[in-house]
């Protein structure tokens, strides 16, 4: 069965640790991007990637970080210097060769700081 | 600019009635329009797409969308819906030419009630 692994589903860290969010995908899709969620708040995208040891940051990328060695994998690194990280991220992926950009998600990752 | 706008917060419905959440988007080129459900603690599913071709989109879980060019709407519909159709209902927009990004508007919370 094909679709998107984020690990781990939670996630507990303190206070000026990093901490890396895994995001893997066996849909051989080309783009991978980086949510958050927040309450109330919809969807933010951190960073996307088009294609291999490349990526371009979003609308809310400070404070996050991300590499992209393989297609299958787009791992998230969420610094000390992310000022509010406590918060649900989402990994999804979708097929970059095509006009319209459906996105598929992976089940999330929940981040909480102690 | 872009941009989508869920007109409704929160949807309380009783079970077995019809509902309709709505979506408003703003673009100056075409569009292609995507809704998402999230349950508790999941990643997002897609529900049904707007590509292009007929206006009437159905999707999974009985729900179905209308696009209308006319008021930039993307308004989703079921006409009964069941205590599982509890989730938060997010609508998207990825836009023609460019750069293939997919806007999220903030989300409605539906809440089905016995």
Known sequence: DGGITQSPKYLFRKEGQNVTLSCEQNLNHDAMYWYRQDPGQGLRLIYYSQIVNDFQKGDIAEGYSVSREKKESFPLTVTSAQKNPTAFYLCASSIEKISYNEQFFGPGTRLTVL | AQSVT???SQVPVFEE???ELR???SS????YLFWYVQYPNQGLQLLLKYLSGSTLVKGINGFEAEFNKSQTSFHLRK???HI????EYFCAVSFSG????LIFGAGTRLAVHP
Do not use: F, I, M, R
């Not at chain 2, 100056?28 to 569009?31: D, F, I, K, Q, Y």
């Not at chain 2, 599982?84 to 989730?87: I, N, V």
């Not at chain 2, 460019?98 to 990004?101: F, R, S, T």
């Open chain 2, 84 to 87: 599982s159709d509890t989730a």
């Open chain 2, 6 to 8: 869920q007109l409704d």
């Open chain 2, 79 to 81: 006409p009964s819906v």
């Open chain 2, 17 to 19: 009635a019809p509902v």
């Open chain 2, 98 to 101: 460019g750069y293939n990004k």
């Open chain 2, 28 to 31: 100056s080129v075409s569009v």
């Open chain 2, 23 to 25: 979506c408003n988007y």
